[in-house]
């Protein structure tokens, strides 16, 4: 038994929940220095080399479907860093998580004829309308730019979701993550170059404790934890995200949300238990509700 085995599940994915959600707070200190596109660039090489480090792929014996599947894993991933990364420069990282996290939340609810589900659903759309503070902000004062990329973060955090479950079915190990993670840094390689002349070394630093904060640390937390951990357990705990995004952003950033925002982000909090934690039996296997993003 490893000293990894003698530390609850729970806390494993809550330390990873910790993790990726302060990596968050400190990308955002790096996003109005340089860009967006760099941030995430930075982020994602650092995280990739690691992880060929740890994982060494095999490269030969997959098929043109598994190949097929980790590109459009890798777009995905991307996808939704850079998208997540750019409303930063807009929105308070709680409010960013929060929108973020409709994403996964409309997957798990897709399809269900359940009334629960349905008033779960409900619950996060009125959520949302508070966190993003659309009734209280004129028009002209409101962050549409903002609120669009923390939306479409969260539609490419949905098909994350689906091509991770498909590329830990057709790659071994983390082989699929890692060769993903090398396809997500040719995606956001163009905008990355574009803010790169602004990069220094200290951003460089900053970049590494990113990488190690949001991508290596929370994956191998989430990894160990789900050998052990029942779905239900998993995706309850995972709601928590945007209530540790807020503190995050609190005492990293300084960022006070208002009482209306934190009304609409407990509402996006209790919707999320309601699909995720509850999405499954508590006798059910471990399994892959979600993962963490941003």
């Not at 709680?94 to 359940?114: D, H, K, N, Q, Y």
């Not at 949905?158 to 082989?175: H, M, N, P, Q, W």
């Not at 990355?192 to 290596?216: F, Q, R, Y």
Request: aromatic share 6%; glycine share 12%; no cysteine.
């Amino acid at each position: 038994m490893s000293r990894a085995d003698l530390v609850p599940a729970p806390l494993l994915v809550l330390g990873g929940v910790v993790s990726v959600q302060f990596g968050g707070a400190l990308a955002a200190t790096l996003v109005p220095e340089i860009g967006a596109g760099a941030s995430v660039l930075v982020r994602l090489l650092f995280a990739a080399g690691i992880m060929l480090l740890i994982a060494r792929p095999r490269l030969r014996g997959h098929t043109r479907e598994a190949w097929s599947t980790v590109l459009l894993f890798g777009l995905a991933l991307g996808g939704m860093n850079w998208s997540f990364y750019a409303s930063l420069a807009h929105l308070p990282i709680g409010v960013a998580v929060t929108l973020e996290f409709i994403g996964p939340l409309l997957l798990a609810a897709w399809g269900s004829r359940r009334p629960r589900d349905i008033a779960a659903v409900i619950a996060a759309a009125g959520g949302v309308v508070l966190v993003s503070e659309i009734t209280q902000t004129p028009l002209s004062e409101l962050s549409l730019e903002g609120i669009g990329l923390a939306l479409l973060a969260g539609a490419f955090w949905a098909s994350y979701i689906v091509f991770s479950a498909r590329t830990g079915s057709a790659f071994e190990k983390l082989d699929g993550l890692t060769l993903a993670m090398i396809v997500a840094v040719a995606v956001v390689l163009p905008a990355g170059l574009a803010g790169w002349e602004n990069v220094s070394t200290e951003h460089l630093a900053k970049g590494l404790g990113i990488a190690v904060l949001s991508s290596v640390l929370p994956y191998s937390l989430e990894l160990m934890a789900l050998r052990r951990l029942s779905a239900t357990v998993f995706g309850i705990l995972l709601s928590l995200e945007p209530a540790v995004a807020a503190l995050a952003g609190l005492i990293v950033l300084g960022q006070v949300l208002s009482g209306v925002q934190l009304l609409g982000m407990s509402f996006v909090v209790v919707a999320s238990v309601l699909v995720l934690g509850f999405a499954r039996r508590p006798d059910d296997a471990p399994g892959d509700l979600t993962e963490t993003g941003g």
